[in-house]
């Protein structure tokens, strides 16, 4: 299973995704799609959100949560 696998799993999980770049952003919101080396996450809301494109190198692998609505808590996915 190669990276961009790993990074689709981690799109599927929770209700939104939570990551930091490299460059010490802090994003948060929803993993739109996913390619062999980079993803798109929508933040914010309506109007005022925005779509981020990352490279999947410049991801901090060990930033990676996702909110689990069930116990209402964010989790650490690891890759």
């Known amino acids: 299973m190669d990276l ?3 990074f689709v799993q981690f799109a599927q999980s929770g209700n ?13 919101g929803w993993i739109m799609e996913v390619t062999e080396d980079s993803l798109l996450i929508s933040t914010g809301a309506g109007e005022k959100g925005s779509d981020v494109w990352l ?25």
């Open 4 to 6: 961009s696998d790993k």
């Open 16 to 28: 939104q995704q939570r990551l930091s770049a490299q460059d010490g952003r802090l994003l948060q």
């Open 55 to 79: 490279k999947l190198a410049d991801i901090n692998l060990s930033s990676l949560a996702y909110w689990d609505s069930k116990t209402q808590q964010w989790l650490a996915f690891s890759i």
